[in-house]
């Protein structure tokens, strides 16, 4: 009789537990918004993250591109940060109206804005994974609307030199090759950027 008992409640757990897996399967493949948000709230730092890639690639949104990307800040998952962090930035119209819906009672013109958040960690992301000249370029052409500031991602570059092997000649390099029909060779701030590197031993032309 105790056997049977047993049997029987061996055979419900294990009927419980493959449903379950096929429950969360389904979720995954069907529902991956949902999955996303139950994987994000349980700490599941990178199957919430490919289940937002999911929602995004399906719908374009750009809703769904901030969700991605503060997923994979989360997840510290550098390859999609740099990946969907510079689809964001460049989304320009979406991205300026997302920064600006941001913008709360206490912000002040020196504060820390959504802009530089999201352009500094997509640079750094870019650093993080070896691809310097591409942070650089990143940096140059991301620039906010208030330019080379305290808080910029240039300026962040630029902060780094003293402690970066090569990274001031290739800031200078690339500042040098930029045309100078271009808007930004000439961004706001360009004097007090070319100044900065001056001092660190990296004249500008």
Same mark, same amino acid.
């Given at each position: 009789?105790?056997?049977?008992?047993?049997?029987?409640?061996?055979?419900?757990?294990?009927?419980? @537990?493959?449903?379950?897996? /096929?429950? @969360?399967?389904?979720i995954?493949?069907?529902?991956?918004?949902?999955a996303?948000k139950?994987?994000?709230e349980?700490?599941?730092?990178?199957?919430?993250?490919?289940?937002?890639?999911?929602?995004?690639?399906?719908t374009?949104?750009?809703?769904? /591109?901030?969700?991605?990307?503060?997923?994979?800040?989360?997840a510290?998952?550098?390859?999609?940060?740099s990946t969907?962090g510079?689809?964001?930035?460049k989304?320009?119209?979406?991205?300026?109206?997302?920064?600006?819906?941001e913008?709360d009672?206490?912000?002040?013109?020196?504060s820390?804005?959504?802009?530089?958040?999201?352009?500094?960690?997509?640079?750094? %992301?870019?650093?993080?994974l070896?691809? @310097?000249?591409? %942070?650089?370029?990143?940096a140059?052409?991301?620039?906010?609307p208030?330019?080379?500031?305290?808080n910029?991602? /240039?300026?962040?570059l630029?902060?780094?030199?003293?402690?970066?092997?090569? /990274?001031?000649?290739?800031?200078?390099?690339?500042?040098n090759?930029?045309?100078?029909?271009?808007?930004?060779?000439?961004?706001?701030?360009?004097?007090?950027?070319?100044?900065d590197?001056?001092?660190?031993?990296?004249?500008?032309?």
């Amino acid at each position: 009789m105790n056997k049977v008992i047993i049997k029987t409640a061996i055979i419900t757990f294990l009927a419980l @537990v493959v449903a379950f897996i /096929l429950g @969360v399967i389904g979720i995954y493949a069907f529902a991956p918004r949902i999955a996303g948000k139950y994987c994000y709230e349980l700490g599941f730092k990178n199957m919430a993250t490919e289940c937002n890639e999911r929602v995004y690639t399906k719908t374009g949104e750009f809703s769904d /591109l901030v969700e991605l990307v503060d997923s994979a800040i989360y997840a510290e998952n550098y390859g999609l940060i740099s990946t969907y962090g510079e689809e964001m930035v460049k989304r320009t119209s979406d991205f300026k109206s997302f920064c600006e819906s941001e913008v709360d009672e206490d912000y002040t013109e020196d504060s820390y804005s959504t802009f530089d958040y999201y352009v500094n960690t997509t640079m750094l %992301a870019k650093y993080s994974l070896g691809n @310097v000249q591409n %942070a650089i370029d990143f940096a140059f052409d991301s620039m906010s609307p208030k330019g080379y500031t305290e808080n910029s991602s /240039l300026k962040m570059l630029v902060n780094m030199i003293e402690s970066q092997d090569g /990274l001031g000649q290739m800031i200078c390099d690339t500042y040098n090759n930029i045309p100078y029909d271009k808007g930004n060779k000439f961004f706001i701030g360009h004097e007090n950027f070319r100044t900065d590197m001056k001092n660190l031993g990296y004249p500008v032309k």
